[in-house]
């Protein structure tokens, strides 16, 4: 019984450690995609910051490459206090999180657009 006891407290502990991976993001990269082709690498980095949002565990760090990211970030879980989800700017890259959308605006008359 004890054996038994001590195998699954082992299990556990092995099961609650896991290597932290670092997520790319890199709207400018030409590589980059959202696609299920989307694996979230310096190489092939996600477009958009939803992927890495939901991919993120506690522990792991999402890289963000420079550019404008137009998107509301709302990450699917949180870290904890000994293992936040970090969120940062590429080193030395410039990142900015709008909530807007570009839109293309066409006068229709009488300071109407649509």
Request: without cysteine; hydrophobic residues 45%.
């Amino acid at each position: 019984m004890l054996i038994a006891i001590l195998v699954a407290s082992l299990a556990a502990s092995l099961a609650e450690q896991r290597t932290v991976k670092t997520w790319f993001v890199n709207v400018s990269n030409p590589a980059a995609t959202d696609g299920p082709d989307a694996v979230g690498t310096k190489e092939v980095p996600f477009k958009s910051l939803k992927p890495a949002t939901q991919a993120a565990l506690p522990g792991d760090v999402v890289m963000v490459g420079g550019g404008v990211y137009r998107e509301r970030v709302a990450p699917a879980r949180s870290g904890t206090i000994d293992q936040p989800i970090v969120y940062m700017a590429a080193p030395g890259e410039l990142v900015y999180l709008k909530g807007s959308a570009l839109l293309n605006w066409t006068a229709v008359g009488d300071g109407t657009y649509k």
